[in-house]
């Protein structure tokens, strides 16, 4: 799009093109066609990624403007309760970090979860506040593991408000593959992405998958969808 800042946003595991027209037959009052239109041609892409830039799911799908800042997840963040009181610990930070909600606190031996509750927790639950949480004198010197989001000031994020509908984000595509000197390159003036998939596994890297359509632009008189070209 005109004055956008362009996003090389990765490298492709594959593509799949599909192109689709409408053929409507023209018999006029005789039984046999004596002509096919051609109507409604439909472009439809499917993309998976092997490397994507994270500033593209927002140009793909929300059209927000980013705010600075990010949450990060801890996991299983090791701690002993005290021998004595107070009973408390406060789980260390990524640096920069600040504590923002809690996940789960769990026994580290056994796993078995704590309860949360609102203050003076006995054996087998905790509370919590501002990142401070705090135990039963009943599980002093007990091995604890802590879940919780924190924030940092680096990142960028989206907020993700439930909005009303409007015009789906639009953008230009170029896609390029080469071989043995050889390039085929589809340069496609106005696309709109309309789903979005990141498959993970424990022993694969993510590869997202996403599809997008690509429609006339509004330049001319009949708009423009783009080109296609191989050398």
């Known amino acids: ?15 799949e093109a599909e192109l689709d027209f409408k053929l409507f037959d023209s ?5 046999a066609a004596i002509g096919t239109m051609a109507t409604k041609l439909k472009m439809d892409f499917k993309a998976k990624a092997a490397q994507m830039d994270g ?12 705010a600075s800042g990010s949450e990060g997840l801890v996991r299983d963040q090791a701690g002993t309760i005290p021998a004595s009181g107070p009973y408390t610990i406060t789980p260390a930070l990524p640096a920069g970090g600040t504590w923002r909600q809690d996940l789960s606190v769990q026994y580290a031996t056994s796993g078995a979860p704590l309860t ?17 949480y705090t135990f039963a004198a009943a ?5 604890v593991a802590f879940n919780f989001l924190y924030t940092m000031t680096t990142g960028l994020k989206l907020a993700l408000v439930n909005k009303f509908s409007y015009l789906a984000p639009y953008f230009q595509v170029v896609l390029n593959t080469t071989y043995n000197g050889k390039q085929v ?6 696309c709109a992405s309309k789903n979005l998939k990141l498959a993970t596994s424990l022993e694969k890297f993510a590869i997202p998958e996403f599809s997008f359509s690509a429609m006339a632009d509004q330049t001319g008189q009949y708009g423009n969808i783009g080109t296609f070209s191989f050398s």
Do not use: C, E, H
């Open 1 to 15: 799009m005109p004055n956008k800042t362009p996003v090389k946003f990765g490298s492709l595991q594959g593509i």
């Open 27 to 31: 018999p006029l009052q005789l039984q």
């Open 55 to 66: 500033l593209l799911l927002n140009q793909l799908f929300f059209g927000q403007t980013p």
């Open 116 to 132: 949360l509750v609102p203050s003076g927790p006995t054996q087998g639950q905790y509370s919590v506040s501002a990142g401070v």
């Open 139 to 143: 599980d002093a010197s007990l091995g």
């Open 185 to 190: 390159t589809w340069n496609l003036a106005r």
